[in-house]
Nanobody
Framework: QVQLVESGGGLVQAGNSLRLSCAAS????????MGWFRQAPGEEREFVAA????????YYADSVKGRFTISRDNAKNTVYLQMNSLKPEDTANYYC????????????????????WGQGTQVTVSS
């Protein structure tokens, strides 16, 4: 089994930054693509970013491109989401997830294609 634990969420003012962490344990994760999703109240779960295990390619939703950066630290079995220039519309519960697939944006952007999920960390951005 793979266990994923998110941390780093909190309450911040618009324009500030947060860095989310997702620590993985259990199975080795070196061949897993890592993704971040978010879900706001009353909304469907939305793709945010992913980083491929095969070549390190990164993928971003248009809504966060240029503001958010996904990265991995394999030695720590941790994936990060650096979130800059936060906006109130970024307010959501943020989840990390894994999949063995390393393909297209169309696939990685769909939550149904991920195998394991963390329980989430709340990010609230005040206006």
């Amino acid at each position: 089994q793979v266990q994923l634990v998110e941390s780093g969420g909190g309450l911040v003012q618009a324009g500030n930054s947060l860095r989310l962490s997702c620590a993985a344990s259990g199975r080795t994760w070196i061949r897993y693509t890592m993704g971040w999703f978010r879900q706001a109240p009353g909304e469907e779960r939305e793709f945010v970013a992913a980083i491929s295990w095969s070549d390190g390619s990164t993928y971003y939703a248009d809504s966060v491109k240029g503001r958010f950066t996904i990265s991995r630290d394999n030695a720590k079995n941790t994936v990060y989401l650096q979130m800059n220039s936060l906006k109130p519309e970024d307010t959501a519960n943020y989840y990390c997830a894994t999949t063995t697939y390393s393909g297209s944006y169309a696939y990685l952007g769909k939550s149904d294609n991920y195998d394991y999920w963390g329980q989430g960390t709340q990010v609230t951005v005040s206006s």
